[in-house]
């Protein structure tokens, strides 16, 4: 490996950040474990008495369940560089998990017997089907996969050349050209 070669690669290493992979996880651990702690710890003790909640127990418990492996890949989703291959791997990897994890938490769309209300009646259990709403976050999630790998495209070039310009695919920069195309000219002068 030539010596210019190698700096390339460790530039391109330095990019990667373990201060920001470990920030990601610390936000994924909070929507996806915290959360869920938070509304068993805070929430429930002022539910009113003839309110049973044991199914909505039982989709935090799914929340959490479904979260760890998110919160595991998120690591690598914030380590690594945006126009990595380790970063788009690991994305599409979060992507897909977190549909996965849509699907898990909703039960595929069939909530019943999310809670119970008591009345003169009896019980009543409150039952919510929502596969259409299912197929839409589904939908949604698979067209961001398409943004991620649009997000890989347009900054390859950029993390390849440890700028934040992508690199120019001629021979090398003209003489007159400005340093970016969207710089405004005062005075004889790009700014």
Request: charged share 25%; net charge positive; hydrophobic share 40%.
């Amino acid at each position: 490996m030539s010596k210019e070669r190698k700096m390339e690669k460790d530039a391109r290493r330095r990019r990667d950040s373990i201060a920001r992979g470990v920030g990601t996880m610390i936000l994924s651990f909070i929507g996806y474990i915290a959360v869920p702690y938070l509304i068993q710890w805070y929430v429930y003790p002022m539910v009113p008495e003839g309110i049973e909640l044991e199914g909505f127990s039982k989709l935090l418990d799914r929340w959490v369940l479904g979260g760890v492996p998110i919160m595991i890949v998120s690591l690598f989703v914030g380590y690594f560089g945006i126009g990595s291959r380790g970063w788009l791997a690991s994305s599409i990897i979060h992507g897909l998990l977190r549909i996965g994890w849509v699907l898990y938490l909703m039960n595929f769309g069939d909530l019943t017997g999310l809670f119970a209300m008591e009345d003169d009646n009896g019980w009543q259990r409150i039952d919510i089907v929502i596969h259409g709403f299912m197929y839409l976050m589904v939908a949604e999630r698979l067209l961001k996969l398409l943004i991620i790998y649009g997000d890989y495209r347009d900054n390859r070039s950029a993390y390849l050349n440890g700028g934040d310009e992508p690199a120019r695919k001629g021979k090398g920069k003209r003489k007159n050209e400005p340093p970016s195309s969207d710089g405004i000219r005062v005075k004889g002068r790009y700014n």
